[in-house]
């Protein structure tokens, strides 16, 4: 299969582009498309078979669910048992947007997008070029994140090249994404409500809309073979394929050591730490700010790996909300130096 790649204007999406990629979506046909996080991999969320696709495309386990994607809350409502109040107030706060809803799914919804769970995941993306193909294809898009299964997600389109090329029909490159981490997962079939994958909007904020609090039930790592309620939940996820391990900002003598072993080491560090590079060592300042440190991860993991470095050391970012995101990230991409990992 050959993939076409389309440069659309990310602000103005040009109605001769989209409406090729809205014409492959209604056919049966996969076509990536950037939304405000990642790019996402989509099919026509109401065609089973399609959606079939992407998890052969990707090489997902049929256990994990994928989110729905829709123009605005009406066409969610359409797709769940019952749109409750409080997904009302949040679809009005933050959507379009970085948040993702978990509600009982509608019978409309075939098994495979919920990987036959009774719930589903939807949001409304806050991308121009995102928007405009949902509108222009009159049906909601099925869309993970557009890479191989348990890979680091794309923020680019060459990242999408690099791991689906002749296996999707079609790409929308809309230039960099400008979030660059996945949304926000919310389960509202819970009381009260908990987040199952942390993302740009924090728990506070949506305490704060909802005027209640949230489940503080930590971190969810799940490995059942039975339905996840969420994408995201996986132990290993969102992961170079270069070994990634992380240290504390006190243990970073331990590079030395590494350099000692002629290894060629990268390490990502939050700028101000204090740390020089060397004849087999690439230090990466990345910001010390959570909203623009979340933005070049993927990024700069996706350089790394076409580098061909030996191992990557990351600086733990500190126990903070603001960066409950890009920790959940890094604990999911942990592989130490020699561990083999099946794909």
Same mark, same amino acid.
């Given at each position: ?23 492959? #979506?209604? %056919? /049966?046909?996969?076509? +990536?498309?950037?939304?405000? &996080? $990642?790019?996402? *991999? ?68 075939p098994d495979v997008v919920t990987a036959g769970g009774p719930t589903v995941a939807i949001r409304v993306p806050a991308h121009p070029v995102a928007l405009a193909l949902l509108r222009a294809a009159g049906v ?31 790409? #929308?490159? %809309? /230039?960099?994404?400008? +979030?660059?981490?996945?949304? &926000? $997962?919310?389960? *509202? ?136 995101? +890009?920790r959940d990230r890094l604990k999911r991409m942990r592989r130490k130096w020699g561990e083999k990992v099946i794909e």
């Open positions: 299969m050959r993939t076409v790649v389309l440069r659309v204007s990310p602000d103005s999406p040009e109605p001769a582009q989209i409406a090729q990629a809205a014409a492959v #979506l209604r %056919a /049966g046909g996969l076509v +990536v498309f950037p939304t405000e &996080t $990642v790019y996402g *991999l989509g099919a026509n969320a109401l065609d089973a078979r399609a959606v079939g696709r992407i998890f052969e495309a990707k090489g997902r386990p049929a256990n994990n669910p994928i989110i729905i994607h829709v123009a605005d809350a009406s066409a969610a409502a359409l797709l769940v048992a019952e749109w409750p109040e409080r997904a009302a107030r949040l679809a009005d706060r933050f959507w379009p947007g970085p948040l993702t809803l978990v509600l009982p799914k509608g019978p409309q919804v909601p898009i099925a869309a993970p994140s557009a890479n191989r299964s348990s890979r680091l997600s794309s923020t680019h389109a060459k990242h999408v090249l690099a791991d689906l090329d002749g296996r999707i029909e079609m790409i #929308l490159d %809309a /230039g960099p994404t400008a +979030v660059g981490l996945e949304s &926000t $997962v919310l389960d *509202l079939t819970t009381t009260p409500p908990q987040v199952l994958r942390p993302g740009h909007i924090t728990p506070s904020e949506i305490e704060q809309a909802l005027g209640d609090t949230l489940s503080q039930s930590g971190d969810h790592v799940i490995q059942s073979a039975e339905p996840l309620p969420s994408p995201g939940l996986l132990p290993r996820h969102y992961a170079p394929r270069t070994p990634l391990d992380c240290c504390e900002k006190d243990q970073l003598q331990q590079i030395a050591a590494l350099q000692e072993e002629h290894r060629r080491i990268a390490c990502l560090k939050l700028e101000g730490t204090a740390i020089a590079d060397g004849p087999n060592f690439l230090v990466i300042s990345l910001p010390a700010d959570p909203v623009r440190y979340g933005a070049r991860l993927y990024d700069e993991l996706h350089k790394l790996d076409a580098a061909g470095v030996d191992l990557i050391l990351v600086e733990v970012p500190p126990a903070e909300e603001a960066w409950l995101a +890009v």
